[in-house]
Structure formats: structure tokens, C-alpha cells
């Protein structure tokens, strides 16, 4: 069973390392404007994206046009994250 064990450990070790990805800071912040602007697709569509496809894909480049839409035709909640997403 010690033997299984180490062998399982050495695997784990290895492919811990090589899956390990080293972002920027820069290309992670990115990221997490556009998971976040998903996000709000997703909870505020029925208020300012209903004219829009619900399987519409958010790219980076749709982040200030949610941002926008978001402040222009929600509510206060709504806005607020446009303006997180404005920062």
C-alpha cells in the first residue's frame, strides 16, 4: 500500500506543477471583468439585455458596453456593478 501511495504522490506532485499557469497581473484582472461581466448579463438581463440573445457570449471587448447598459437602463444595484465594472 506504501508503494501506491508514493506513486500516487509523485503524480499529484508532477502534475500540480505543470498545471500551475503564471498570469500577469494585468491578463488576471481582465479575466475578472469578464467573468464578472457574464455574471451580470446573466442577473440583470431581464432589466437591460432583454432585447438581446441569452446565449449572447461576453468578451473582453463587451465589457464597457455591459458596463454602460448596466448604468444606463438598471436600477441602483445594477449600476453599481456597471461602475465596478468601469474601474
Not at 6 to 15: D, P, T, V
Not at 25 to 44: G, I, K, L, Q
Request: glycine letters at 6%.
Amino acid at each position: 500500500m506504501s508503494e501506491i501511495r508514493r506513486y500516487l504522490a509523485a503524480i499529484g506532485a508532477r502534475g500540480g506543477r505543470k498545471s500551475r499557469r503564471a498570469l500577469d497581473s494585468d491578463t488576471a484582472r481582465a479575466m475578472v471583468r469578464v467573468r464578472e461581466a457574464r455574471r451580470a448579463f446573466r442577473r440583470f438581463r431581464t432589466m437591460c439585455f432583454w432585447s438581446y440573445r441569452a446565449d449572447l457570449t461576453i468578451t473582453a471587448e463587451d465589457v464597457p458596453w455591459v458596463a454602460e447598459q448596466l448604468m444606463k437602463h438598471g436600477n441602483r444595484a445594477a449600476w453599481r456593478v456597471g461602475a465596478k465594472l468601469c474601474r
